[in-house]
């Protein structure tokens, strides 16, 4: 029975150190292959200038009238081609909707002698003391 237990102490044991090993060769090709496609997601057609996966089309928009100023941002980025640049988040319009009705500051015209003369003390009374 004794060799049973040292066959799995020693499979535990190789499985611990193929962990601190890392990566293996192809892992690491499929990692870094994903990596430079994300990191050429978007490129400007003009200037060929890369943008990562994660750039946003308000940023895209920014580069075309900022670097190419005059010309169609749908030639830069094809990805633009619905972008409206007053909505940047591409959320509907909110026409029709109610708009709440602004609170009016309500101004104090109670002084403190008002309150006192209504019958309010000024501060907490002490029970114990007289």
């Known amino acids: 029975m004794g060799k049973g ?6 499979q535990a044991a190789r499985e611990r150190n193929q962990k601190k090993l ?9 990692a870094s292959a994903k990596a ?6 978007y490129m400007c057609m003009i200037c ?14 920014l580069h075309c009238t900022a670097k190419h100023p005059g010309v169609d941002p ?16 591409g959320k509907p319009a909110t026409t029709g909707t109610k708009v709440a009705p602004k609170k009016k500051k309500v101004t104090k015209t109670d002084d403190l002698d008002d309150l006192l003369s209504a019958g309010l003390t000024k ?4 029970k114990g003391k007289k």
């Open 74 to 89: 749908v030639k830069c980025f094809l990805q633009l081609k619905d972008y409206d640049p007053n909505n940047p988040d």
């Open 5 to 10: 237990s040292n066959v799995q102490k020693a």
């Open 48 to 61: 060929r200038q890369p943008f990562m996966v994660n750039a946003k089309l308000s940023l895209l928009y």
């Open 22 to 30: 890392g990566k293996s060769a192809g892992e690491r090709k499929e």
């Open 36 to 41: 430079a496609k994300d990191a050429t997601a």
């Open 123 to 126: 501060g907490k009374k002490n």
